[in-house]
């Protein structure tokens, strides 16, 4: 923040943002920090180091609610994505520990060196789950659920 902006803006800004919860109460205050909090770039996002097949090095790969990223480890900038909404399927290759993603228009292929590929398969399968359910106060179809996120029933 200080190579970005100079001292007197940044307490400008403290100042600023101080006098606006200093009239709100506990809980408004609580509230405004987590829809701050929420709005930040990278809420909601895992990340796991993954090597990509035929690539030699190792990458960062970005899981949201709604989408898969390739994350460039030095800047966290996503220089791919992909949505679930493009997503036709994905599979694990238990023998090896890959998993293959077919989005349209091309085929992803990766290993995950720090996790097991089965929590990233399970990450995607709950998040595609969560988004399926068009009423929350419907009791879960756990058959589903474990379909998605084991691959058996």
């Not at 829809?35 to 930040?40: I, M, V």
């Not at 035929?54 to 994350?71: Q, Y």
Request: aromatic share 12%; glycine share 6%.
């Amino acid at each position: 923040m200080l190579k970005k902006y100079k001292a007197k803006q940044i307490a400008a800004r403290i100042l600023e943002a101080h006098s606006s919860l200093n009239k709100s109460s506990l809980i408004e205050s609580k509230m405004l920090y987590i829809r701050q909090w929420q709005a930040l770039p990278e809420f909601g996002l895992s990340h796991f180091i993954v090597r990509f097949r035929g690539s030699k090095k190792e990458e960062v790969l970005g899981i949201a609610f709604n989408r898969i990223m390739r994350v460039d480890p030095a800047s966290r900038e996503a220089l791919k994505t992909w949505r679930y909404s493009v997503m036709k399927a994905w599979n694990v290759n238990w023998e090896t520990r890959e998993m293959v993603v077919q989005c349209e228009g091309e085929t992803i292929t990766f290993g995950c060196t720090s996790a097991d590929i089965k929590v990233i398969h399970e990450f995607i399968g709950g998040y595609i789950f969560m988004s399926m359910r068009k009423d929350v106060n419907q009791p879960p179809n756990e058959e589903l659920f474990f379909k998605l996120t084991g691959g058996w029933v």
